[in-house]
């Protein structure tokens, strides 16, 4: 029902309204309400398919990306893909996007991981919900040579549609987080999750168990433990050599499984 009683007049039901309205309406809805919009008729379907609603839904929920790496334009649709079918992949190939289009290298660190418990310049955040809800992109085109960890490593982490999983097992000092902020995007500082449609990292930490996890770190050591000590015996490496072995590989095992644990959440959703 659309309103209620005024003047005595009775509430209108929202499919009593004429077409052009149902199609404003929908301009005004989110990803989820248009989905749900769509299931319940074949007119509201319509509305709720409409390229219009969902081009300016894209526009609005992405302005501040669009405005900081797209030069405030909003990429296209292919001509086999729908505005509707735009929004998701654009959602979740924004980044990969901007790099190709820019040739920066760039993270997406959640604001949970990226703050610095110890340090009053970074933002208070209320509780860790709030934190663990935000993100921020960071351009480290220009830092990667004088990362301490090898160049891999960041390249790997720009891959990810979410590094901060592995910028938190790698256990980053204060300073190494105080370096952080000095990288981010202008206007990409603080940006919420998409709580109900994003498949982030950061929420399937909270729901997926880490037994896998677990399993790939352990599995790691004990195989880099292995070839160390055949390494040792041939005096073949120091000790400060295959300590760098170790936490390299472990990073790999790590990234291995995150990577397998995308897929498998990609693989449930569709």
């Not at 001509?79 to 901007?98: G, N, P």
């Not at 220009?142 to 891959?159: C, I, Q, V, Y």
């Not at 000590?229 to 790999?252: E, I, K, N």
Request: net charge positive; glycine share 4%; proline share 3%.
């Amino acid at each position: 029902l659309v309103g209620g009683r005024c003047c005595g007049r009775k509430p209108m039901h929202i499919l009593a309204l004429h077409t052009d309205l149902l199609t404003v309406i929908a301009e005004h809805l989110d990803a989820k309400s248009l989905l749900t919009l769509a299931s319940v008729s074949r007119a509201l379907r319509e509305a709720a398919e409409q390229p219009h609603a969902w081009s300016i839904l894209l526009r609005r929920r992405q302005r501040p990306i669009l405005e900081a790496l797209f030069d405030a334009s909003l990429p296209q649709p292919t001509a086999r893909c729908t505005w509707k079918m735009h929004y998701f992949d654009f959602r979740s190939r924004w980044k990969e996007l901007a790099m190709a289009r820019t040739g920066r290298v760039l993270l997406v660190i959640s604001g949970a991981e990226a703050a610095a418990q110890s340090s009053s310049e970074w933002r208070v955040y209320d509780d860790a919900e709030e934190a663990a809800a935000t993100f921020g992109v960071y351009d480290v085109t220009t830092f990667m040579h004088r990362h301490p960890g090898a160049d891999e490593l960041l390249a790997n982490a720009s891959s990810e549609r979410d590094a901060s999983s592995l910028f938190a097992i790698t256990a980053h000092s204060n300073e190494a987080r105080r370096i952080l902020k000095t990288l981010v995007v202008p206007g990409l500082e603080v940006l919420p999750y998409d709580s109900d449609l994003d498949c982030s990292q950061c929420h399937r930490k909270k729901k997926q168990p880490q037994h896998g996890f677990h399993a790939a770190v352990i599995l790691g050591i004990v195989s880099v433990l292995l070839g160390v000590a055949v390494l040792v015996h041939f005096d073949a490496v120091s000790v400060a050599s295959w300590a760098g072995v170790v936490v390299a590989l472990v990073v790999r095992a790590a990234l291995i499984h995150r990577k397998a644990a995308l897929a498998c959440a990609i693989a449930k959703s569709s």
